[in-house]
């Protein structure tokens, strides 16, 4: 049995991660779980991906403490390895992704939702990077992508004193986009991933990779990408159905993805 369960729902898929007797704790099982999950999504047919946790009480409370706890260097090295793998696989799959944080986020848990394209989450939340209060440094990008999301001096706050934070402060501080009632979050983020799913595939697929390749870039060389992507939207059958459409002051046929 898998502890990740795909669900697609039309051009929309949920992700699940579903170990709940664990809080949804990332273990090498879970790790090849999701790295399987990810290869096997249609990219054709699935337009945008929310990954959740499963159950009401936790979206991923970390990388698996119990598994951790007797690791040698060498092993410890591997299973970061083996997380990053899968964190930069997600942060990098050509579909939009959303992570609806339902619950706790913690260490492992808030990378992976890091590694979403962004993230909402419900008003009963929790984020963190507990870390430092194992003995251990974030292992799984928290200490690369919290910096370049909140800023490194929240990062490093967060880091360094291992504390918890609520969805209040997560919304504060650009950690995520908005707060919902745990009962609204998941038809909140169907109804965002809906509203990805109706536009140009093509076209959000290329400014998902052009604001992603841009950012580790300095202006002079992100513009260029962002003309390459900009340029591959042309000639597309989306393309001339969105600008004829408009310029016929009608609404766009349903978009091919061609
Ligand atoms: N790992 C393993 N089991 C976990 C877990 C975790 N992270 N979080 C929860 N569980 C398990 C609990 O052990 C418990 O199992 P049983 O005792 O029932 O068998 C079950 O889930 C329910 O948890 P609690 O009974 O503790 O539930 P509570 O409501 O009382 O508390 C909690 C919820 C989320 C506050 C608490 O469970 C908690 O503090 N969990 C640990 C959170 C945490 O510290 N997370 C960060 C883990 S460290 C690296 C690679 C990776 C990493 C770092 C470095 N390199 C290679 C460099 C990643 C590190 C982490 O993510």
Redesign the pocket.
């Given at each position: 049995m898998s502890f990740v369960t795909y669900e697609p729902q039309g051009a929309v898929a949920y992700l699940i991660i579903n170990r709940p007797?664990?809080?949804n704790?990332?273990?090498s099982q879970v790790l090849a779980d999701l790295d399987a999950a990810l290869d096997a999504i249609d990219l054709d047919a699935v337009r945008c991906l929310i990954v959740r946790g499963a159950g009401e009480?936790?979206f991923v409370?970390?990388?698996?403490?119990?598994?951790?706890k007797g690791?040698t260097k060498a092993e410890?090295?591997?299973?970061?390895?083996q997380?990053n793998d899968v964190m930069r696989k997600l942060e990098t799959l050509p579909i939009p992704t959303i992570a609806a944080v339902g619950g706790?986020a913690?260490?492992?848990?808030?990378?992976l939702a890091m590694s979403c394209d962004f993230r909402i989450c419900s008003d009963t939340a929790?984020f963190?990077?507990?870390?430092t209060?194992?003995g251990?440094?974030?292992?799984?990008g928290?200490t690369q992508r919290l910096a370049r999301l909140v800023g490194p001096g929240m990062a490093k706050q967060m880091v360094y004193t291992a504390r918890?934070i609520k969805a209040d402060e997560a919304l504060r501080i650009g950690l995520v986009n908005a707060v919902y009632p745990l009962a609204e979050l998941y038809t909140a983020a169907e109804k965002l991933a809906s509203q990805i799913a109706a536009n140009a595939p093509i076209a959000v697929r290329a400014a998902k990779k052009a604001i992603n390749e841009g950012l580790d870039l300095p202006m002079d060389e992100a513009v260029v990408v962002e003309e390459k992507a900009f340029g591959s939207c042309f000639g597309t059958a989306d393309q001339q159905e969105g600008m004829g459409a408009f310029l016929e002051k009608r609404k766009h046929e349903p978009f091919t993805n061609k």
């Open positions: 007797e664990a809080l704790a990332l273990n009480k936790s409370a970390g990388a698996d403490i119990a598994q951790m690791l410890g090295e591997s299973f970061g390895k997380g706790y913690l260490g492992g848990g808030c990378e929790v963190g990077q507990p870390e209060g194992l251990i440094t974030p292992g799984f928290g918890n």
